[in-house]
C-alpha cells in the first residue's frame, strides 16, 4: 500500500489549461497505481481547459463548485459528486462559469510510454 498525504502532493501542469492548480495525488512513483494516475485541479473563476482530445479517457469528479462541460455537442453543468467520462478522442471543453473555486478529481490513465 502506498499512502501519500495532501501534503506531499506537488503541483503539475496540464497543456491548454488556465486559470488551475493541478495537484498530483497518486501516480508516477514507486509502488503507486499500476494504469491511471490521479489528480487534483482546482480552477478558479473563468479557468478551464481545452478545447481539445486526448487518445485516452477521462473520468471527472466535482468535489466542489461546479463545472461547464462541453463534449460530443452536449454542454452540462456538474455540480458536486457529479462525474462524467470523456472518451478518447472526443474533443471537450470545461469552464468554471462560477464564481467559485472548483475542486475536481481527474482520473487519467498513463500514456503508453510511461506503462513500459
Known sequence: MLVKRF???????????????????????????QNQWLGLSQFLPG??????????????????????????????????????TIPPGEIREITNRSNHICKMLVVIPYPPAARA
Open 7 to 33: 501534503a506531499e502532493a506537488r503541483p503539475y501542469e496540464a497543456p491548454n489549461h488556465r486559470g488551475v492548480l493541478g495537484l498530483r495525488l497518486q501516480g508516477f512513483e514507486d509502488g503507486g497505481p
Open 47 to 84: 479557468g478551464g481547459a481545452g478545447p481539445d482530445s486526448t487518445p485516452f479517457e477521462k473520468v471527472y469528479l466535482v468535489l466542489e463548485g461546479e463545472m461547464t462541460v462541453r463534449s460530443g455537442g452536449v454542454e452540462t453543468v456538474l455540480g458536486p459528486l457529479d462525474s462524467c
